[in-house]
Antibody, heavy 121, light 113 residues
Framework: QVQLVESGGGVVQPGRSLRLSCAAS????????MHWVRQAPGKGLEWVAV????????YYADSVKGRFTISRDNSKNTLFLQMNSLRADDTTIYYC??????????????WGQGTLVTVSS | QSALTQPASVSGSPGQSITISCTGT?????????VSWYQQHPGKAPKFLIY???KRPSGVSNRFSGSRSGNTASLTISGLQAEDEADYYC?????????????FGTGTKVTVL
């Protein structure tokens, strides 16, 4: 069965960096687009970024553009989110999610359990 | 990109049907039949319920159905059950020829009375 396990969250000071990982299993990772979505505690979902199946195309929400970088290692079935210049409003749970198909517009069908990032001095 | 608008809360009694609306614009819901719906129980990851407006993934109860008209998508839950009490989010693709983006709804808390 599809499993997505995020890691790398924690407490970080404003302005610093953090790298999240998402280990995927139970499907052919290299055949699907992958996303990062975040959710502040008690708040709604916010889409963050998407990466194509081969890593050649990446798109971001305006709120993170220029600060966050999505990437993937298909040889290790792992998705990454490099987060730089972190701000207090980046404090959220970060979910990785699998796209339903290879197309970039595919809906998100499986989600990990999330990893909490807290930006605080 | 502004969030899609959903009612903050909807309630119903067991066995009843409820409908959750999701209002966007001609740049998202109105332009693409690429609306999906998710159910989220407290402390859990979202669960995929509906895609392309009205299609159900395998394993999802047929009590959940979706539709779209103009700039508004809707999720209907029929035969409401206690386990349906959760938060529900819509999501629409909203891209251009050079950009791919997604926008989620504000979320709706469903209460089973």
């Amino acid at each position: 069965q599809v499993q997505l396990v995020e890691s790398g969250g924690g407490v970080v000071q404003p302005g610093r960096s953090l790298r999240l990982s998402c280990a995927a299993s139970g499907f052919t990772f290299s055949n699907y687009v992958m996303h990062w979505v975040r959710q502040a505690p008690g708040k709604g979902l916010e889409w963050v970024a998407v990466i194509s199946y081969d890593g050649s195309n990446k798109y971001y929400a305006d709120s993170v553009k220029g600060r966050f970088t999505i990437s993937r290692d298909n040889s290790k079935n792992t998705l990454f989110l490099q987060m730089n210049s972190l701000r207090a409003d980046d404090t959220t749970i970060y979910y990785c999610a699998k796209g339903r198909a290879i197309q970039l517009w595919s809906p998100l069908d499986y989600w990990g359990q999330g990893t909490l990032v807290t930006v605080s001095s | 990109q502004s969030a899609l608008t959903q009612p903050a809360s909807v309630s119903g009694s067991p066995g009843q049907s409820i409908t959750i609306s999701c209002t966007g614009t001609s740049s998202d819901v109105g332009s693409y039949n690429l609306v999906s719906w998710y159910q989220q129980h407290p402390g859990k990851a979202p669960k995929f319920l509906i895609y392309e407006g009205s299609k159900r993934p395998s394993g999802v109860s047929n009590r959940f159905s979706g539709s779209r008209s103009g700039n508004t998508a809707s999720l209907t839950i029929s035969g409401l059950q206690a386990e349906d009490e959760a938060d529900y989010y819509c999501c629409s693709y909203t891209g251009t020829s050079t950009s791919y983006n997604y926008v989620f709804g504000t979320g709706t808390k469903v209460t089973v009375l």
